[in-house]
């Protein structure tokens, strides 16, 4: 039963308690300005009256509202919409339906090796795009990182970063120490080899089962993180590769020039490993995030552009001889060719062969609409490629289209200036 939310945000019709903790009630809403279902994270009033801890709470969730609408990426849990007041405060979310990591950081659940490592890549590529808007997170952990019923994974939880050009005293002490890193850990100037270090943490603990340090007091645990390597991952799990080790063990360098020096360095080196490790048939969204990566076709598309063109895509393999595109039919989506050739055939002439990176079947997007197929299109080898449908393109974000505009832009020219040359020759 829906009923009207209270407490200033009237916009949104309260559905059930989602949970709630010693801070604060969170309820699934209706946002009925924007239809779609939010996360309200609700605080006890009590706590922010609290004496004793009632400004450090005060400025935990004052960071959180002042990131509302700034970490626009897909693998971090969006903030629409935040309010602080006096015995009040708020914080409206993306509603993300699915599960923290914490239970696979045991030694009886741990993920397969191949999903960690995805995990991880996309959490990277989150944390520099934070990164890159100058803001540190500073409580990387499992209880912070959202794996959801489709797959997609997301950060939560910045109440404890470090807003950069940011005027208010930034607390010190916060996070969780167990994944808090050696200059966390002595109030020494932070960046974003700080999430490097704790991402290095949640690594070992989902490949593991383990954390590479414990102790009976926070105050040995300080002291051990302070001062000592961690044993390698595959002293608790020899069947590790030796390149995978190695990536856990130099992101949790105690010194920072022996760590990696941005969140770049650290993508580039899970990027070679999942190539490594994963096996040669996967079909994992790091090894297809690469492989767009590499394609001449995305060489102008962000990184957020291309998850986003992941999400709309459908990817497939085929062996040679299939055909993909039969002249004279209706179509309604384009495709891209990720590896492989394929034949261009228009009656019983053979016109041109397209590789790696070229597209075919574009002019139903161009042409707002289905249209007849002017081309038969047969694989000439087996061929891994993806099609999106023209409908999902003219839905994507302004960015993704415009990027995929230009690129069309592109291959047409090529292919008329090409076509002019042929006519020249002939002529």
């Excluded at 509302?68 to 903030?79: D, S, Y």
């Excluded at 803001?135 to 797959?151: E, F, Q, T, V, Y």
């Excluded at 063990?249 to 490993?273: V, Y």
């Amino acid at each position: 039963m829906k009923q009207a939310a209270e407490g200033g945000f009237e916009k949104y019709e309260i559905i059930r308690e989602l949970g709630q903790g010693a801070t604060s009630i969170v309820y699934l809403a209706q946002d009925t300005f924007n239809d779609r279902e939010v996360a309200i994270k609700v605080f006890k009033p009590e706590i922010l009256s609290d004496t004793e801890h009632g400004n450090t709470y005060r400025k935990l969730i004052a960071n959180e509202v002042a990131l509302a609408g700034r970490l626009n990426h897909p693998h971090i849990v969006g903030i629409y919409d935040a309010m602080l007041g006096r015995d009040d405060g708020y914080i409206v979310m993306e509603y993300v339906q699915g599960e923290t990591l914490e239970k696979y950081g045991q030694v009886d659940s741990l993920l397969p090796v191949d999903k960690v490592i995805e995990i991880a890549f996309k959490c990277a590529l989150a944390l520099d795009f934070a990164s890159r808007n100058g803001i540190i997170h500073r409580d990387i952990k499992p209880a912070n990182i959202m794996l959801c019923s489709d797959g997609v994974v997301k950060i939560a939880d910045f109440g404890a970063a470090i807003v950069a050009k940011n005027d208010e005293t930034q607390l010190t002490g916060v996070g969780s120490p167990s994944y808090m890193s050696p200059e966390q850990m002595s109030n020494d100037t932070l960046s974003c080899q700080t999430d490097i270090y704790s991402m290095g943490v949640v690594m070992y603990k989902l490949l593991t089962g383990r954390l590479p340090f414990e102790a009976e007091s926070n105050y040995a645990l300080t002291f051990k993180i302070l001062n000592d390597d961690p044993p390698n991952v595959r002293a608790h799990r020899p069947a590790l590769s030796a390149r995978l080790a190695d990536i856990v063990t130099k992101a949790m360098r105690r010194n920072r020039p022996e760590r990696h020096a941005n969140w770049r360095e650290f993508i580039e080196d899970l990027s070679t490993i999942a190539e490594l490790d994963l096996p040669q048939q996967a079909d994992s969204e790091t090894q297809r995030f690469n492989m767009l990566r590499a394609l001449p076709f995305f060489r102008d598309f962000s990184e957020i552009e291309l998850w986003e063109v992941l999400r709309i895509s459908i990817w497939g393999r085929v062996p040679a001889g299939t055909i993909l595109v039969e002249e004279g039919t209706q179509g309604k989506f384009f495709f891209v060719i990720a590896d492989g050739n394929v034949g261009v055939v228009k009656g019983n002439k053979k016109l041109a062969t397209l590789g790696k990176g070229h597209c075919f079947g574009e002019m139903c997007y161009i042409r707002l609409g289905a249209m007849m197929r002017t081309a038969t299109i047969v694989a000439e080898t087996p061929v891994t490629l993806f099609k999106i449908k023209a409908d999902s393109l003219h839905k994507a974000s302004e960015n993704c289209q415009l990027r995929f505009n230009r690129s069309f832009m592109n291959i047409l020219v090529d292919r008329l200036a090409k076509a002019t040359t042929e006519l020249a020759e002939v002529y």
